[in-house]
């Protein structure tokens, strides 16, 4: 008998054993992989409406007496350092703006023996694990008080920071705004106008003349001032109306986009910046691209090279004012076994020692080298490495001895030789007119013979060159 499908009562007959329950014309014993569903064994009855489970309460102690259950000691609990000891207090001043006092080098170690806590002093986040969830600036920014990244120096004893572009007192936001918008209203754009505000007010003071200007206006600044302007006059502006942590995020990325690696970047940054300030660019990139920094440098770089990027991006380095002579010593007898004394080099001990102790013993163990061979570590650096681990090694030393030197150096290369690399020169006087130019300008001279001013002038232009002369307080 054929079989008819539309005729009831009819089954196929099975072609091969069947993988469910025994049918009437044979098949496998195998178990039914889909048994059938028993309605006794749910959970809830048919008949009862679905709730979704609802979050816990979040329970609320009061800051200064928290109640005998709570499982932790108070804040004040004299068996654990303060809360500052992991990480200075931002000193930003208020949107009121006080005036800025000359300032020490940003970078200094802290005066706690204890390692700064792991994770985020505002949000609790852990880097390169959490994205960043802090509050926002506009435009999707970090806050600068909030994060701990700043471009303002933090006193410290040791080399005097003083920075060209200081906090403008008074400061009324809507004033501003309302001048930037007359700038760009209408036929022309009044570049002096911009220029003249934007330039001499601080990173955080612009953020909020940005918010300022959408609340007036319902208009973007960055997209005004983009329409507004061009080339690297734009470039310039929208540098200095991003937030820091932001700013360095993209620069790192950008750095590690496309065909090749832009290691001088890498370099300038994760050599030159404080735990602190590598949590906060690690937090920033991740939010911006949902990608681990740490990652992206892995994929991007090779050998000694990556393994000092790495190390730098982990963000362990002590940071406490403790000097140990005997230490020094130890450290730089074993740098000079690992490098001028065998044959071959060995880098890790060069990437554990220059990675982990803090500014103050590393000076010490630089003297120390000095006073065993009679020459300077950086020589023995140049001898025993090359290419990007040499460039990378190079920076950590010379921004630990004279950091103003080391990026007057950045800022000669940047404009040395044919044509001009108009980035890093941005990137350069923006983060730094508001640490410690005056000192930079100073270096930029003794070591190259003319003035920073004069370098810019000879490479620069137009609008772009004015707002670069206002940035490092100079006249145009």
């Not at 802090?134 to 999707?140: A, D, I, K, S």
């Not at 890790?348 to 163990?365: E, G």
């Amino acid at each position: 008998m054929s079989y008819n499908p539309y005729q009831p009562g009819q089954r196929p007959e099975a072609p091969y054993p069947q993988q469910g329950y025994p049918t009437p014309t044979g098949g496998a014993p195998y178990p039914n992989p889909y048994p059938p569903l028993n309605p006794n064994s749910l959970a809830f009855s048919s008949g009862a409406p679905l709730q979704m489970p609802q979050p816990m309460p979040i329970p609320s102690y009061p800051a200064s007496a928290p109640p005998s259950s709570y499982p932790y000691p108070p804040a004040n609990n004299p068996s654990y350092p303060p809360a500052s000891a992991g990480y200075p207090p931002s000193i930003y001043p208020s949107s009121a703006g006080a005036a800025s006092p000359t300032n020490t080098s940003p970078y200094c170690p802290s005066s706690s023996p204890y390692p700064p806590s792991s994770r985020h002093p505002s949000t609790g986040a852990v880097p390169g694990r959490d994205s960043y969830e802090g509050p926002r600036q506009p435009y999707g920014g970090i806050s600068y008080t909030s994060s701990g990244l700043s471009n303002s120096p933090r006193q410290c004893a040791g080399t005097k920071r003083t920075p060209t572009v200081v906090p403008a007192n008074p400061f009324n936001p809507r004033a501003d705004a309302e001048i930037l918008r007359k700038a760009m209203k209408g036929f022309g754009t009044d570049e002096k106008a911009i220029i003249t505000v934007l330039a001499h007010r601080v990173n955080v003071q612009r953020l909020q003349i940005a918010v300022e200007f959408k609340t007036l206006y319902g208009k973007d600044l960055i997209k005004d001032l983009k329409s507004e302007t061009t080339g690297n006059f734009e470039n310039l502006l929208v540098a200095m109306m991003t937030p820091l942590p932001e700013y360095y995020a993209k620069e790192l990325h950008d750095a590690m986009q496309g065909i090749g690696t832009a290691e001088n970047v890498l370099i300038e940054i994760l050599c030159t910046k404080s735990n602190q300030e590598i949590m906060v660019i690690r937090q920033a990139y991740h939010s911006l691209y949902y990608r681990h920094l740490e990652e992206d440098l892995m994929g991007d770089t090779a050998g000694t090279f990556k393994r000092l990027m790495v190390s730098l991006c982990n963000a362990g380095r002590d940071e406490s004012s403790v000097v140990n002579p005997e230490s020094a010593r130890a450290d730089a007898q074993a740098l000079l076994r690992a490098g001028e004394l065998r044959l071959g080099t060995d880098e890790s001990v060069f990437n554990a020692i220059l990675c982990q102790r803090n500014w103050a013993q590393l000076q010490m163990i630089f003297q120390e080298y000095e006073k065993l061979t009679g020459h300077d570590i950086e020589k023995a650096i140049k001898n025993e490495f090359s290419g990007d681990a040499e460039d990378a090694l190079l920076a950590v030393v010379r921004s630990i001895k004279n950091q103003s030197a080391f990026f007057a150096k950045c800022l000669n290369k940047s404009m040395k030789g044919l044509g001009t690399n108009d980035r890093d020169l941005i990137r350069l006087v923006v983060t730094r007119s508001e640490i410690d130019m005056v000192e930079i300008k100073r270096e930029y001279q003794e070591r190259y013979g003319e003035s920073l001013a004069d370098a810019i002038k000879g490479d620069t232009s137009g609008h772009y060159k004015k707002c670069l002369f206002q940035l490092i307080g100079e006249p145009y």
